[in-house]
């Protein structure tokens, strides 16, 4: 006898996307929120710098907010979507406040707010100094444990859709007692995050595998610019770590700080003599790149030993405490930094609503293509587009969502029950997308990276085992090949996709 459960509502997914998502949807809707780990563990949770957000809705400054957007993608961007994006700010940073969201404030109560590269002005709000995520994540998930009409269900995986001449219907789930349980619903919000996890460093957790935009390609929806991953300039530079990495924020340039290589020579002037250090990622990250390789070296430094102690340890007490642990007085030593795998800016398709190219099947968040981005992202526009989008996803439900009692013929799959080990496969994974799928990329490369995980694909796909280990090894392979394939079609070096040839 299979399990069966039905919603209303079922939203895949427990960062910033999906909560506040399920936030917005009206409290007469019975929601199911399933997250395949703790809900604590998703990236929205690491979140530093901030939320950008112009506040002041005079004319000029929306502007310059949707202008900096775009500079920063390359002019790449969808410019409907970008206009929602910064228009569509105070009203959702307001919709937060109300939830309990508290954003630092100077002592006479207004919001405080940072630069960060690419921003022409200080328009980034933030809470707990570098610590917005957690602090953010914290109020919405007391929030969402608070909701009557939101189950929420912690380590339990989605694997499959359920969809039927192009209509969603479901989603199959491994439970926590490791039985597929099929969960029905009306409408269904992938909202399942980044693709870190395929890469060695990430400043993602592990667990960012791509999972959403994975099964969302087994069924056929849309998925385009998987080139355009972003690499943060300033991971921490720890040798031999792989996995999650520690973000030195791009506040701290904000700020003031100083990028010099390793023989101590500041060197964005070679590279933007305008913006220097606060040009945006794409361009930062690129220029580290070479730096290290014209100096023979796997790092760069971060510079503020010139802000004070004080100052530092006020505005970035996360940051000051974890360099510190590591052996390094921020305030009067180098930072050492490399880029890291940070956001992926392509993904699911969808249009204004949210609606992917599947019916009843919405997607928000980093797993989703909004097309806000274009080619790379503005620093602290993606909490943002997660507000802005889970916000209007919610009305088109409220305005168009039927809810009726779903019969649905459930497919008769045959999953194999076995514990294999896939832990080579997921380093080789790893491996292969550092070594030939990073910040510069050629032909030959990119084919070999193909070919070497076509044959992991292959194989895996041979098999169906019912577990999360392999589900996430093949979704991890699956949105690997995507990124290959789709770094490969575009010839030419535009944002975060640098072609050597
Ligand atoms: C940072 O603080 O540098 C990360 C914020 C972002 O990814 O926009």
Known sequence: MKEIKQFDVVILGGGLAGIYTALCLSPKLHIGLFVKDAI?????????????????????MLKEHFEDTLKAGAYQNKIEATKILVNEAKKNIDKLLALGVEFDRKEDGTLLSTLEGGHRSRRILHAG??????????????????????DVYEDEMAIELLHNENKALGVIVINQQNEEVYVLA????????????????????????????????RAGVKIENMEFVQFHPTGFYEEDRIGKTFLISEAVRGEGGILRNIEGVRFMDKYDKERMELAPRDIVSQAIH??????????????????????????FPTIYQHCLANGIDISTKYIPVSPVEHFLCGGITVDENGHTSMDNLYAVGECAYTGVHGANRLASNSLLECIVFGNRIAEDIHQYGTFTKLDVVLPDLVFTHKKYNFKDIRV???????????????????????????????NLKKIQIFSRYYYETINMVTV?????????????SVGCHFRLN
């Open 428 to 458: 080789e994974i790893r491996d292969v997308m550092t070594k030939y799928v990073f910040i510069v990329r050629t032909e030959e490369n990119l084919l070999l990276a193909k070919k070497l995980l076509t044959k992991h694909y292959n």
């Open 129 to 150: 100094g570098d610590d917005t995520g957690a602090h953010m994540m914290k109020n919405l998930r007391e929030a969402i444990f608070q909701a009557k009409n939101i």
């Open 186 to 217: 009306n409408q269904i919000v992938l909202a399942t995050g980044g693709i870190g996890g395929i890469y060695k460093k990430s400043t993602n957790e592990k667990i960012a595998c791509g999972d959403g935009i994975a099964m969302a390609f």
């Open 290 to 315: 070479r730096e290290m390789f014209d100096t023979w070296s796997d790092h760069v430094y971060l510079d503020v030993t010139h802000l004070s102690k004080e100052f530092l340890m006020k505005r």
């Open 480 to 492: 690997a090949l995507l990124v290959i394939d789709q770094a490969l079609a575009r010839k030419e």
């Open 40 to 60: 604590e563990r998703g990236s929205s949770n690491l979140a530093q710098g901030g939320i950008a957000a112009e506040l002041s809705l005079e004319a000029e």
